[in-house]
T-cell receptor, first 113, second 111 residues
Framework: EAGVTQFPSHSVIEKGQTVTLRCDPI?????LYWYRRVMGKEIKFLLHFVKESKQDESGMPNNRFLAERTGGTYSTLKVQPAELEDSGVYFC???????????FGPGTRLTVL | SQQGEEDPQALSIQEGENATMNCSYK?????LQWYRQNSGRGLVHLIL?????REKHSGRLRVTLDTSKKSSSLLITASRAADTASYFC???????????FGKGTLLTVNP
C-alpha cells in the first residue's frame, strides 16, 4: 500500500510568488492534516480535513495560506504571496479515523528567497 | 508554551548502548506518539501509547507514560548506527485531532 505522498519535494521561489503544495493521503483515509516546521522551531499543526470539509484550521498562520481538498481525495496548500518567513518543511499526514495514528508524508521543503 | 518537550535535545552514544529520551507535556492527553525523522526525510511513526496505558513495547522500543507527571520516555535498546535520527513526541488531547510536537531529540549512534 502506498504511503502519503507529497509534491514537490523541494520548491525554491522568490518572495511575492505563489506556490502550491500537493498531498495525496493513503487511500481510504478520510482525515488529512497539514503541519509545518520552520527553521529551529517545533512541528506545528496547520489544519485538518475530514473528507472535503475543514474541521480545524486554527493553525493557519494568515490569509496568505489556502488549503483545499476538493472531492475529499488529495489536498493542496497554496501560499500567495509567499514571504521569507514561510520557508520551512511542510508535512502532510493522514489517518483513517481521527483517533488513529497519523501517517506522515516525506514533506515539501519550501525556500522563499 | 509548547506541549511536548523532549529531553535531552541531543544525545550521542555508541552502537550497542541503550538510548533514553524523555518527553514532558502540559495538558491532559488522549494519547502520545513517538516519531522518528531521518535527515531530510519524513516522519516515521514508531509507537502510540494511550492515556490509560503505562508501558508499551515494539521490537527494541519501550515507551512508558506517566500521566500523573505528564511525562513519557522512549527507550531504544541495543542501538544501531541506523537509529541515528531526530525523535519527536507528539500529543493529542481533548477533542482536538491535531498533534502537538516537541522540538525533538537528535540521537547520534556512533559505530
Amino acid at each position: 500500500e502506498a504511503g502519503v505522498t507529497q509534491f514537490p519535494s523541494h520548491s525554491v521561489i522568490e518572495k511575492g510568488q505563489t506556490v502550491t503544495l500537493r498531498c495525496d493521503p493513503i487511500s481510504g483515509h478520510d482525515n488529512l492534516y497539514w503541519y509545518r516546521r520552520v527553521m529551529g522551531k517545533e512541528i506545528k499543526f496547520l489544519l485538518h480535513f475530514v473528507k472535503e470539509s475543514k474541521q480545524d484550521e486554527s493553525g493557519m498562520p494568515n490569509n496568505r495560506f489556502l488549503a483545499e481538498r476538493t472531492g475529499g481525495t488529495y489536498s493542496t496548500l497554496k501560499v500567495q504571496p509567499a514571504e521569507l518567513e514561510d520557508s520551512g518543511v511542510y508535512f502532510c499526514a493522514s489517518s483513517q479515523d481521527h483517533t488513529d495514528t497519523q501517517y506522515f508524508g516525506p514533506g515539501t521543503r519550501l525556500t522563499v528567497l | 508554551s509548547q506541549q511536548g518537550e523532549e529531553d535531552p535535545q541531543a544525545l550521542s552514544i555508541q552502537e550497542g548502548e541503550n538510548a533514553t529520551m524523555n518527553c514532558s507535556y502540559k495538558t491532559s492527553i488522549n494519547n502520545l506518539q513517538w516519531y522518528r525523522q531521518n535527515s531530510g526525510r519524513g516522519l516515521v511513526h514508531l509507537i502510540l501509547i494511550r492515556s490509560n496505558e503505562r508501558e508499551k513495547h515494539s521490537g527494541r522500543l519501550r515507551v512508558t507514560l506517566d500521566t500523573s507527571k505528564k511525562s513519557s520516555s522512549l527507550l531504544i535498546t541495543a542501538s544501531r548506527a541506523a537509529d541515528t535520527a531526530s525523535y519527536f513526541c507528539a500529543t493529542r488531547g481533548g477533542s482536538n485531532y491535531k498533534l502537538t510536537f516537541g522540538k525533538g531529540t537528535l540521537l547520534t549512534v556512533n559505530p
